[in-house]
């Protein structure tokens, strides 16, 4: 290939990314599926990686999400939002799965830490919904914000206060003078049933999947129509709290913010390991599970617990080295990018 047919082939790919990425994150309305939009991201990813040279600054793989919505007042965040790398592992028609990317994580891990062995992973589930931070100064919720860019994203919080699984008010009497809490916002399965059969009936519009209807209703201009849709929510980390009180681990911060009231993921899937087998049977486990449970998840994110070991591995452009989301095998099988030919 010569290098301009190479860079057509790279902007072709962008240009590609950039509507899918404005139907899913600005109009909460994807033409393709995430495993058609996920191969289409690798390609790009390979293209980028064997010629370096022609890789454009501004493209998808190096930001996050999509624009913030002008109709919503912007918030800046004060701690980026960022995204996560991803891991595949295909399946044989066996159902063994190859690992590799997982074994490659866990390898640049002990690297980047100078490690001989794993360190302790909390691995829990990839949330498919959209990323919301709650701001509660004196355990007040004062702000919710969708991710946006990851800069600035929609100021939200009168929807969000809607939300009846949110606190309004920490339950504690001591509350933390300032605590960020990040986490997914999304509707649970027979909520999304119901909400579609409604619509139905009221012959308004149908939505594609719980992600699409979780994602349309908190961005929802009127709250009131934002208060009928049932939204849930999970946390999953801290973005800023009082220094004196700092969690040591992953695990141990969950466990802070369920004791502030604050929902976090369900014990029964999460699991804590410095074994990558073990962690990687769990995987499994939770793909076989994940038919039945409430709630859409897309894979499972695996995190180093330490949080000093976090901030040590730091982060990389658009995600932190400390974490990767191992997808979950598409549940319908790609069919646009089959059309694709992309030659590296
Ligand atoms: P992502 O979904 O790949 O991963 C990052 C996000 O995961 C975070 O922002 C957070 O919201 C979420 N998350 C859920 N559970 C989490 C947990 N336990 N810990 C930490 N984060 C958790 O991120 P992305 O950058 O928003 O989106 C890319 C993905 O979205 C693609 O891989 C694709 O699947 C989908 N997408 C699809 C289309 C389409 O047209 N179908 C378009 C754009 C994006």
Known sequence: MNHESIQQQMDELIH??????REYYEQDNPSVSDADYDAIFLQLQALEAA??????????????????LSQFDSVVHQVPMLSLNNAFSPIDSQGVYDHSQMQ??????????NLAASPDYLIEPKFDGLALSLIYENGILVQAATRGDGLSGENVTQNVKTIRSIPLKLTTDTPPRLLEVRGEVLMFKADFDALNERQAAEGGKLFANPRNAAAGSLRQLDAKIAAQ????????????????????????ELMFLERLGIPTPPSDCCLLSDN????????????????????????????VNSLALQQRLGFVSRAPRFAIAHKFPAEEAPTLVEAIDVQI
């Open 16 to 21: 590609l990314l950039e509507r899918y990425n």
């Open 276 to 303: 990558m087998a073990d962690i990687n049977a769990f995987y499994a486990q939770m793909a076989l599970k994940r038919p039945e449970l409430p709630f859409d998840i897309d894979g499972m994110v695996i995190k």
């Open 229 to 252: 849709r049932p939204l849930d929510f999970f946390a999953y980390s801290i973005a800023q709290l009082d220094e004196a009180i700092q969690p040591l681990g992953h695990q141990q």
């Open 51 to 68: 010629y370096p040279e022609f890789m454009r600054p501004e493209s998808p793989t190096q930001r996050v999400g999509g624009q913030a």
């Open 104 to 113: 490659a994580f866990d390898e640049r891990v002990k690297s980047g830490l």
